[in-house]
């Protein structure tokens, strides 16, 4: 009954772990990595759904607004058994859409405007950040195993 009850919450079930190619770009459209599935019993993988995502907050304390786009995404629908403690690695290419703002371009194109503009972006207090978003479907269980982790683009 144990077994059951941790074979539907996932525990002892499938992890995921994300590693990426070297020289990650945002302007290249295409994010390319490893996902890495461990698990400490056998289990079975019915997909991995991959997202690129980028994080956007403005504002500061009680005026932050934060919005979250998804630039990219793939569909793994591939039957996959893991034995125990088994590793096993599933190499991806999520192609994605960069989207830049009128301020990027400006502060891109010249380079007055690239002093006032990064000026403009600290005092409102603009940030992007990207991330993937690594979501396993594993057959038997209620909650889904995923991993998020930073997109370190240079």
């Known amino acids: 009954m144990l077994g059951n009850i941790k074979k539907i919450l996932g525990i002892e079930g499938v992890k995921a772990d994300v590693i990426f190619q ?3 770009r945002k302007e290249a459209g ?3 990595g490893t996902v890495i599935l ?3 019993r056998e289990s079975q993988v019915s997909a991995i759904s991959i997202k690129v995502i980028e994080k956007y907050s403005r ?4 005026n932050l ?4 786009y998804v630039m990219g995404q793939l569909e793994i629908n591939k039957h996959i058994t893991i034995r125990k403690e088994e590793e096993k690695r599933i ?3 999520v192609p994605f859409h960069f989207v830049q703002s009128e301020m990027d ?3 891109e194109q010249n380079i007055f405007y690239k002093g006032l503009i990064s000026l403009a972006k600290k005092v409102k207090g603009v940030k992007s ?3 993937v978003w690594v979501e396993v479907k594993e057959v038997g269980t209620k909650l889904a195993p995923h991993v998020k982790k930073i997109i370190p683009f240079e």
């Open 22 to 24: 070297e020289d990650l």
């Open 30 to 32: 295409k994010l390319q």
């Open 38 to 40: 461990t698990t400490l």
């Open 59 to 62: 504002g500061r304390k009680s």
């Open 65 to 68: 607004l934060v919005n979250e």
């Open 91 to 93: 190499d991806f290419e």
């Open 105 to 107: 371009k400006w502060q």
């Open 129 to 131: 950040e990207f991330y």
